[in-house]
């Protein structure tokens, strides 16, 4: 179970849809259906303009698949959880796309996805 990112002796129920951040009950506040931490809330104060752009920066990229929290694309690990992100080649050590059944450095197979 994931702990709540500003409370860690709780466990979270969520995460902010802009940072990522996973949430317990007492940080989560939903607007329109979506979940917020207190920090990206706070860009509701501001003009809108402003706030769209906020949200278009923080809700581009990467998440994490286990943990939800925003990750550079060419991680190959979660720095937050661990989880594994993307493969390297056997053979050259090349980082690997996920849909990729050969490395197109060097012309390895997958050794993960082998039958």
Not at 18 to 41: A, F, V
Not at 84 to 95: D, R, W, Y
Not at 108 to 113: A, G, T, W
Request: aromatic content about 10%; some cysteine.
């Amino acid at each position: 179970m994931v702990n709540c990112f500003f409370h860690s002796d709780r466990n979270a129920i969520g995460s902010c849809c802009l940072c990522g951040n996973p949430l317990c009950e007492d940080c989560r506040t939903t607007i329109g259906g979506q979940d917020y931490c207190g920090r990206c809330k706070a860009w509701f104060d501001f003009p809108m303009d402003i706030a769209d752009a906020v949200r278009k920066f923080f809700s581009r990229g990467a998440k994490c698949p286990e943990c939800g929290k925003a990750v550079e694309e060419d991680f190959i690990i979660c720095p937050y959880c661990q989880a594994k992100l993307k493969a390297k080649c056997t053979k050259c050590g090349q980082v690997l796309e996920e849909s990729w059944v050969a490395c197109p450095y060097c012309g390895q197979p997958r050794e993960d996805r082998r039958k």
